[in-house]
């Protein structure tokens, strides 16, 4: 088999998503007509299957860059209605998917080969694809910036040495095709990136690009806790009451707490120094990120309710959780433990 590396004769179009400005891919060997999928909305469904019969695609793979917070994939839809194959990172946690790709792993597509290239840090399970002198980075890189790290177990110095020792090393001109735009951008090249990206070009240092993520200050992305779960099944095997969220309030939860239910379990997800301070009898202090240290221990309860001082950081440890493969997981996502007090809850110290 010839492998071809012309990055003129693989076919690629690019669609956009209004609502949560994603960026999806159809890349096509216009010779074999064998194609991928690459981030499909939900809600852009019908255009994507419209645009893969009108250009008589053989779609062999709905290809994610990872488990997305902002939208509902329509992989699990695409597979149904085309036979295309899911594929991901195998870190990215996802059930029921067709093939889990390791770094270094390939694709074939046609005369073509896909080369998954693992860029963890805006997720624990990113991945990046080369095909043909394109890069697909999903929200790894972006046009002049990259994406957040601080939740679904991010972390900014993966996503540093993702971008600077693995994205930066490919050819400079690979072309970058992103997951996201928000400013009517459409694809940069390495070289560009490496030059002009504030965030991590002009061989800016671990420290300063730490400081920068850290101070984003980002809200959350209003579907969060809608998309994070549903996308850890392909988009469609979403149970509204396998995860409880949103409008789940400190009334609610004072409700659980008096059922001293063995089977539950209440975190509290503050620092420490908060939580000796004053904490919900019975509940447990795991504080933000350090989730993945207690795996074991939470798969012995049937249900986890989490809260904090004010819900944010609750909501962040939803998406780890999910990110962890954890089900039945509600957290007190618009107050905490003030309104806690407030009511004249008990309180231990
Ligand atoms: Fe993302």
């Not at 009451?241 to 659980?256: C, N």
Request: proline share 4%; glycine share 8%.
């Amino acid at each position: 088999m010839t492998i071809s590396t012309s990055p003129q004769s693989i076919s690629i179009k690019q669609f956009f998503d209004r609502d949560s400005c994603t960026y999806t891919y159809l890349i096509v060997d216009p010779q074999t007509h064998e194609g991928a999928i690459i981030d499909g909305v939900k809600e852009q469904l019908t255009r994507d299957l419209k645009y893969i019969e009108e250009l008589g695609i053989e779609l062999l793979y709905a290809i994610e860059t990872h488990v997305h917070a902002d939208h509902i994939s329509s992989a699990g839809l695409i597979r149904q209605k085309t036979g295309a194959q899911i594929v991901y990172s195998q870190a990215s946690g996802v059930k029921s998917i067709d093939i889990e790709l390791c770094d270094g792993d390939i694709l074939p597509l046609g005369q073509y080969q896909i080369k998954a290239i693992s860029t963890q840090g805006h997720t624990c399970g990113c991945m990046s694809y080369y095909i043909g002198g394109r890069v697909f980075t999903g929200d790894t890189l972006l046009i002049r910036g990259c994406g957040r790290t601080d939740f679904q177990l991010g972390s900014s110095k993966s996503l540093y040495y993702s971008v600077t020792e693995k994205l930066f090393s490919l050819p400079d001109e690979t072309v970058v095709y992103p997951g996201h735009d928000y400013n009517g951008n459409t694809c940069s090249t390495i070289v560009e990136e490496k030059q002009w990206n504030p965030r991590l070009g002009k061989q800016k240092s671990l420290r300063d690009f730490i400081d920068i993520m850290d101070n984003l200050n980002l809200a959350l992305p209003k579907k969060i806790n809608e998309a994070v779960p549903a996308n850890e099944g392909c988009g469609i095997k979403f149970k509204p009451d396998a995860y409880v969220h949103d409008d789940f309030s400190i009334t609610e939860l004072y409700q659980v707490w008096q059922q001293q239910n063995p089977d539950n379990l209440i975190i509290d997800n503050r620092t420490e120094g908060e939580y000796l301070q004053g904490h919900i009898p019975n509940s447990q202090n795991i504080p933000l990120g350090t989730e993945p240290e207690h795996l074991e221990a939470f798969k012995s309860f049937k249900h986890i309710y989490i809260y904090c001082h004010s819900g944010r950081r609750s909501q962040t440890a939803l998406t780890n959780l999910v990110m962890m493969g954890l089900e039945n997981i509600t957290c007190v996502s618009h107050s905490g433990f003030d309104d806690w007090i407030v009511r004249g809850y008990p309180v231990e110290k």
